[in-house]
């Protein structure tokens, strides 16, 4: 493939963790609420699905958000479980009192975060990061910290902060592009510039407000990211989220890379998240969709039942999906013999005109011919009640 020959310019490390952020980032989706007992649910499912730091929630929220921190750390799940904080002493100390294993600390940098949010200058930001960190690493707890806003500050005073937070004991720096404002080149140098100013791991977290989210995700893995935050769905504030399923799948299959990530069970997630929060998949979703696995066009479904990689980078199976041959004004004589093949009806060729021509027909209505209208048209060419 052509990936494997610019591949090898670039600095892709062989593992990425994945930073799982659906119950925090997630649950700020317009109109998503979760109950702390839903939580736990997602969260013992994110453990079994293979993502190695679940965010919870936002610990100083809440009482609910605190119990429900506390209650997924005593599941001793094999993801470390993360509490948000702000870099303030009240919602570090919520987190500590969650008994979180892991704290995401932040604060706005660029300008408009600084004059408008924080009322504060760039020297007191720097000084309230550092503190912050020294506060979490002084309670032995594991700390990552992000810039709010990264990818709208000053590239300069951008790489102070990072800096500070590194002598401080961070254990990890994030880059947040907070209202989804980078595209691809633009993220992979700006990760590779920060790369050269920092030793300890480099993680981003992208917003889908261009629909570039899991695009910019994996340009900054091109540059030597080794962490991606993720939403199950994408799902997130406005936009969204770098999606979960997306970034996974095309780290694996297209770069190469590893993660921790049981693949095969992104489907069943994606479809617990659904429900629980309410937000519906689109059917042409990536991965997770009810098509993305659904064959119409003659042309293709003649493929597939030959070879499924011509149409398909993937296996279905290996995200816990199915292939699904779909009846339409689209499809081929093939598609629509292999379906009888399925159900068994068998028929000569007069009749099978007949029903091929009515297919045609519905499709040409705009209509889709499900496996029941097919079967039920069959029945009907065969002449039984
Ligand atoms: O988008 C963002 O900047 C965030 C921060 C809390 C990291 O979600
Ligand atoms: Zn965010």
Redesign the pocket.
Known sequence: MYIDKVKKEMKIPEKVRIFD?TLR?GEQTPGVAITPDEKIRIAKRLDRLGVDVIEVGFPAASLGEQKAAQEIKGLELNAKVCG?ARVLQEDLDAAINSDVDYI?T?IGTSPLHREFKLHMGQEEILAKSVEAVEYIKDHGIIAEF?A??ATRTEFEYLKEVYTAVEDAGADVI?I?D?VGVMVPSSMRQLVADIKNVVNIPISV?C?DDFGLAVANSLAAVEAGAQQVHATINGLG?RAGNTSLEEVVMALMTTYGVKTNITTELLVGTSELVSRITGVKMPPNKAIVGENAFAHEAGIHVHGVLQNAETYEPMKPEMVGHTRRIVMGKHSGARSIRSKLDEYDIEMDEDQFCTLYDQVKKLGDKGKMVTDADLQALAETVLGKP
């Open positions: 952020t980032d948000l995401h932040f992000s709010e806003d994030n947040p907070t977290h917003h504030e």
